[in-house]
């Protein structure tokens, strides 16, 4: 039984990914609330209005989720808790929170954890962190079409996007909740083609067998 989290950038593939692993490996798929979230396009209409509303929505959605998928020790997990910092610190330090809404939301992260860390499971097994380029990201932002997410819509959202890439690699390095690996999102195209798709999946179940989480002779539940 695994938890296994995925992490990247906006459009990097994480809800995609997360279809085809939890289907692969026979578990149960966890995805960010985004189409029904109300308050996402409140957000990027009025970004310092809402940063800190919108991290707290998220931050709630991620905890629920994280316990739910520790719990049932079972599920491929789209983006989770442990990046949702990632996100409001780059938000506060470009002016889009006050002192006492950074000061509220640490302090309602280390709450959430402490409760993490009480849980009998308290870590997913694995971390699958999809890497990639800016252009990249923002062509897969356009191929998905949402409109407020597009440069069209605002276009200082290039310099968000670009920001938000760099602030991955020292999270990437800090992360230690579990064992990690990467997956080249700018070279394999794991909707486009059958044989990278298949490479993506050898190269987690490898980790998996490497880590014990995984028999030596698993096959997988579902070959497409
Ligand atoms: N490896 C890939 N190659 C080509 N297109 C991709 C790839 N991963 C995702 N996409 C496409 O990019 C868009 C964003 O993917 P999505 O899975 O929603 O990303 P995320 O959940 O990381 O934001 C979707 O239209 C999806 O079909
Ligand atoms: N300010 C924040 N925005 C977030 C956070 N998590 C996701 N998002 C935004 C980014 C995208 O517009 C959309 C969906 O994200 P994907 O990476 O799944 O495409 O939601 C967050 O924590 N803070």
Redesign the pocket.
Known sequence: MTVIVLSG????G??SLTGILSKYLGTNPFY?S?DDNPV?PL?YENPKKY?FL??VY?LNTRFQSIKAALTDDNNVL??SIYE?AL??QM?ADIGRATKEEVDTYYELLHNMMSELDRMPKKNPDLLVHIDVSYDTMLKRIQKRG?NY?QLSYDPSLEDYYKRLLRYYKPWYEKYDYSPKMTIDGDKLDFMASEEDRQEVLNQIVAKLKEMGKLDENWKPNLVK
Do not use: H, M, T, Y
Request: proline share 5%.
């Open positions: 950038p906006i459009g990097a994480k809800s960010e985004v996402l957000f940063a919108l991290q998220f789209d983006r949702d996100f409001f938000n949402r997410e």
